[in-house]
């Protein structure tokens, strides 16, 4: 609909514009290129050239707010008024070096509108990055472009199935990181995984990566991390886009977008629809047919709408419904021991939101919010050859959440925000005997302070209570301590705290193709026992069962990150972090028992204390105007203290290490433990980006490294040596180039991801080289 009456709009409106001249400048008068400015809520955008100047034409009048932003300089911003026929002048001048507690940015930084909490200014590390520069990789989802970050990795869950894909960050993996959505939690998981592929890049404007213990901030999931997808939001004249990828795989990609303001610019509607399909891949093809990735049809509509009811006061909404369908086909074994396994599955989620946004006179700011969403998984398995179900799932869950949030600065260097609020939880599934729903309440407190010129703080204390758990305080705090104008010193520490899921505590589930069954621990003595009343038990650890049974404790965690940032030049910056995250009440899968059928029965414990230390440093370099370089490196090691413990003392398996090629057995030792699976030493990342003005073009090259990774433990004794299975180090190669046309309406994108055509059967979500070619066409008036 957007697409047929934009142009109306655009030309009732043709009459009322103006512009915009301007200059940026450094502190001694010298010219600044390659800034980026920025008028919103338009997102307007234009890039300085030699002399520093900058220059926007024909936008609708009135009131806009202009952000600039360049490397190695404070961000500036103000307010300028366009008025109907004239060509307004500004000159900006720059200040070097960052005086606030710094985020670190991929390309810009932008205020949130529908969040008091500035994601941004959080005391744990921060990464953002911006719709330019997901644009520029020609990512489709939300998986693709995370795993080109540093620090970040995107791994499967083998024993989970083959949907079971979810992010690893810092060391920890998908179950202790939060996903929301402008600000708001989804669920909807597999094995405690959050498949990033059901998120579609084409509405995002940003995603901040927050690492670390993120409790205070968001609540107990969030106890290694955040990751927050921010929509678009916000219209000062009607445009629309529409956009088609087709290559590799079979792969369709294409979106539809609009936006416009209406009542005379009060409000502002952003609309959506992106469709997504893929025949999936097999990285195994020597020991099965079909795929290992599942082919999939998606479908996405979101929308955002605001409106200023008075000068102080704004309603805004946003909703958004996607459906996944897929199905594959899994064939194992050979001649009369063939079997065809059909892998089916339908997923639907649901996103809405509502929100009061009122400022009063004494300066207080207030944002109330309600929040809903219900993810839906229809799940099944069926052995094609005898017809039989070899395992059936389906399931919703909900979740209820109110907030209300203020905001308050009482002196010029403070900024308090604080909130408080509850969540309901629901979960409908046959597999899962949950005695009533489950809730929980929550309150925090923050405190941004600019102690002096040098040293900036952000501090903030948040309690949970859960109705099964009780309550819990966390804690953070974050320093800046501004050493030189060019050298800065950061600091940060928060707690975590995360308790087990319904999965962990209710589920029982069957894995059909590995053969082996998981019991919640609520559930496990019950379960167990009607299993050996029906003949279905070969061995029960009765001594585990009377130790696990319904005693599944929350888990916490303790974060640390330090580092520097320097900046010797307005071209180059530099940035060395160093984490180190403790975690007590670590739960892990244990086997319990073994029946007559069924190979092996697991339920859930608590490991004692874990721990996940390293290094991260990156680079970013700009050789001259339109060229940047980055380049990132992690260096981590994640290890588990019972198990250290348990070789250090010789205990049981863990005291001997045998060869599997030679069969002999060796004493062990601590320099054998080579620590987690699916967690690699080394990982670095490179990027080069160029944009090419005369010809309005632009190109890049990332190139992705990920050091071998434990996959197995082969010769039985507990814990990854040197004789068990890994997945190798590897280098993946992606790249693309874009140019635009027609004043820039039209754009061309050719995308090359995998280059080098790498696979390997132990990574069965990393497909082959993927060629696609895109069109994207921008209805506005120039």
């Not at 599942?294 to 996607?322: F, H, K, M, N, W």
């Not at 953070?476 to 520490?493: C, Q, R, V």
């Not at 260096?635 to 290490?657: E, H, Q």
């Amino acid at each position: 609909m957007l697409l047929s009456i934009s142009p109306n709009l655009i030309q009732a409106q043709s009459g009322i514009r103006g512009g915009l001249n301007g200059g940026v400048s450094d502190a001694d008068g010298r010219p600044i290129a390659g800034a980026i400015i920025q008028l919103e809520p338009d997102l307007h955008q234009a890039q300085t050239d030699d002399k520093g100047n900058f220059q926007f034409k024909n936008i609708i009048v009135g009131d806009y707010t202009l952000k600039t932003n360049n490397l190695g300089y404070q961000p500036y911003n103000t307010k300028v008024h366009i008025r109907v026929g004239q060509q307004a002048t500004l000159s900006i001048q720059l200040k070097p070096n960052e005086t606030s507690l710094e985020a670190v940015v991929v390309q810009e930084k932008v205020a949130a509108v529908d969040h008091l909490l500035d994601i941004q200014r959080s005391a744990m590390p921060v990464t953002v990055i911006s719709r330019e520069a997901i644009a520029q990789m020609g990512s489709r989802r939300l998986d693709e472009v995370l795993k080109e970050q540093t620090g970040i990795a995107v791994v499967n869950d083998i024993g989970g199935g083959a949907r079971a894909v979810g992010v690893q960050m810092q060391g920890f993996g998908s179950d202790y990181v939060m996903i929301l959505i402008d600000g708001q939690p989804m669920v909807g998981r597999n094995s405690g995984n959050f498949d990033l592929s059901r998120i579609s890049v084409s509405n995002i404007e940003r995603i901040e990566i927050i690492k670390g213990a993120s409790s205070c901030l968001f609540g107990s999931e969030a106890l290694g991390g955040a990751i927050n997808v921010v929509t678009r939001h916000g219209a000062i004249q009607p445009q629309a886009l529409a956009s088609l990828r087709y290559g590799s795989l079979n792969i369709v990609d294409a979106t539809l977008e609009g936006e416009t303001p209406f009542h005379h610019q009060r409000g502002s509607v952003n609309l959506s629809a992106n469709y997504y399909r893929t025949d999936g891949f097999n990285t195994d093809p020597r020991f099965m047919n079909g795929t290992t990735a599942p082919p999939y049809d998606d479908y996405t509509v979101q929308g955002r709408a605001r409106y200023r009811l008075t000068e102080t006061s704004t309603i805004g909404t946003s909703a958004r419904y996607a459906l996944r369908k897929s199905y594959m086909e899994q064939i194992f074994g050979s001649g009369d021991s063939r079997n065809t396994a059909g892998d089916s599955q339908d997923i639907t989620d649901v996103n809405v939101s509502l929100t009061y946004d009122k400022t009063f006179s004494s300066g207080l700011r207030s944002i109330s919010r309600y929040y809903l969403t219900r993810y839906i998984s229809d799940m099944s398995i069926l052995w094609q050859q005898s017809g039989t179900q070899a395992s059936a799932e389906k399931f919703a869950q909900t979740l209820h959440r109110f907030e209300q949030q203020f905001a308050y600065s009482p002196v010029r260097n403070l900024k308090l925000t604080g909130g408080l609020g509850g969540s309901v939880e629901q979960m409908d599934n046959r597999d899962f005997n949950v005695p009533g729903g489950l809730w929980s309440g929550f309150g925090y407190l923050q405190g941004d302070w600019r102690i002096n010129e040098r040293v900036d703080a952000v501090g903030g204390l948040r309690y949970d209570h859960h109705n099964s758990f009780g309550g819990r305080l966390n804690p953070s705090l974050g320093l800046n301590y501004h050493i030189l104008p060019t050298l800065t010193f950061k600091m940060a520490l928060g707690s975590g705290f995360k308790t087990p899921d319904y999965r962990q505590r209710y589920q029982v589930f069957m894995n059909p193709v590995a053969n082996y069954l998981v019991i919640g621990a609520e559930l496990l003595r019950e379960t167990l026992e009607d299993m050996k009343d029906a003949g279905q038990i070969s061995e029960i650890r009765e001594y585990l069962v009377n130790q696990l049974d319904q005693n599944l404790q929350a888990e916490k965690s303790l974060s640390f990150n330090g580092g520097f940032d320097f900046t010797p030049s307005q071209n180059l910056k530099i940035n060395v972090n160093a984490f180190y995250h403790n975690l007590y009440n670590q739960i892990n899968s244990i086997r319990v028992a073994t029946g007559i059928s069924i190979r092996d029965i697991y339920t859930y414990e608590n490991l004692p204390e874990s721990f996940n230390t390293g290094l991260e440093g990156s680079v970013a370099y700009s050789p001259f105007t339109n060229m940047d370089i980055t380049l990132g490196y992690q260096y981590l090691v994640t290890k588990d203290r019972g198990v250290m413990d348990s070789i250090r003392n010789g205990t049981g398996a863990y005291a001997s290490i045998r060869d599997n090629a030679t069969g002999l057995f060796r004493e062990s030792k601590l320099s054998d433990y080579f620590g987690l699976e699916n967690r690699s030493r080394h990982m670095a990342n490179l990027r080069v980006a160029y944009r090419y003005t005369p010809w309005d073009m632009t190109a890049n090259v990332r190139v992705s490294y990920r050091g071998k990774y434990g996959f197995v433990d082969r010769n039985n004794n507990r814990f990854l040596d040197r004789y068990d299975t890994f997945v190798n180090g590897h280098f993946l190669v992606n790249a693309g180039v874009e140019k635009k046309l027609m004043k820039q309406h039209l754009s061309v994108q050719l995308t090359a991801d995998n280059m080098m055509d790498y696979t390997d059967r132990l990574m069965p979500g990393q497909p082959g080289r993927v060629l696609l070619l895109g069109l994207t066409y921008r209805f506005y008036k120039n």
